[in-house]
């Protein structure tokens, strides 16, 4: 990778992509070799800094929380919709205040939270750093803040803090 094309193969395959749709002539060739260039460029200013993971042997535990954590909320989301007479269901929002700055750290809670059946990952206020999740079976807000600072983030901050 060089400064001038960060990603080579990215600017050829636009470049042969804009050939493909607009025919070969040295103008197409020029003005999608251009666009092939930028892309790439912008591209690469899009990276986000590399994250360091400094403990290691938690991912594992981490792995395991959220299996366990998406098969109990599986088991949960079956029965309140296969049985719903049973359960009086009320879903809401619940606004968790995050300590995690680290962006890696914070997608990796995105998608554990947007995995896990009943729960979705809504908004993130990077000044406030206070995190909007909604939640399809909302009985205590507490719990979902606890659950989410105790469980997930104190171990991303673990690792990769």
Same mark, same amino acid.
């Given at each position: 990778?060089?400064?001038?094309?960060?990603?080579?193969?990215?600017?050829? +395959?636009?470049? !042969?992509?804009?050939? @493909?749709?607009?025919?070969?002539?040295?103008?197409?060739? *020029?003005? /999608?070799? $251009? %666009?092939?260039?930028?892309?790439?460029?912008?591209?690469?200013?899009?990276?986000?800094?590399?994250?360091?993971?400094?403990?290691?042997?938690?991912?594992?535990?981490?792995?395991?929380?959220?299996?366990?954590?998406?098969?109990? +909320?599986?088991? !949960?989301?079956?029965? @309140?919709?296969?049985?719903?007479?049973?359960?009086?269901? *009320?879903? /809401?929002? $619940? %606004?968790?205040?995050?300590?995690?700055?680290?962006?890696?750290?914070?997608?990796?809670?995105?998608?554990?939270?947007?995995?896990?059946?009943?729960?979705?990952?809504?908004?993130?206020?990077?000044?406030?750093?206070?995190?909007?999740?909604?939640?399809?079976?909302?009985?205590?807000?507490?719990?979902?803040?606890?659950?989410?600072?105790?469980?997930?983030?104190?171990?991303?901050?673990?690792?990769?803090?």
């Amino acid at each position: 990778m060089s400064r001038l094309l960060p990603y080579p193969l990215l600017a050829v +395959s636009l470049l !042969a992509m804009w050939l @493909l749709l607009n025919g070969l002539s040295l103008g197409h060739f *020029v003005l /999608g070799g $251009v %666009i092939g260039v930028a892309a790439s460029n912008v591209t690469a200013a899009l990276q986000p800094p590399r994250s360091r993971i400094r403990r290691w042997h938690l991912i594992p535990k981490l792995a395991a929380i959220v299996l366990f954590d998406v098969w109990r +909320s599986n088991v !949960a989301v079956a029965r @309140l919709i296969l049985f719903p007479g049973q359960h009086r269901r *009320v879903s /809401g929002f $619940v %606004i968790v205040p995050l300590e995690l700055r680290e962006p890696a750290a914070l997608a990796v809670l995105a998608c554990i939270l947007t995995c896990t059946p009943g729960t979705a990952w809504v908004e993130y206020d990077s000044t406030a750093n206070k995190l909007l999740i909604h939640v399809f079976d909302l009985v205590d807000e507490m719990h979902w803040i606890d659950l989410i600072k105790n469980r997930y983030e104190r171990l991303l901050l673990e690792i990769l803090a």
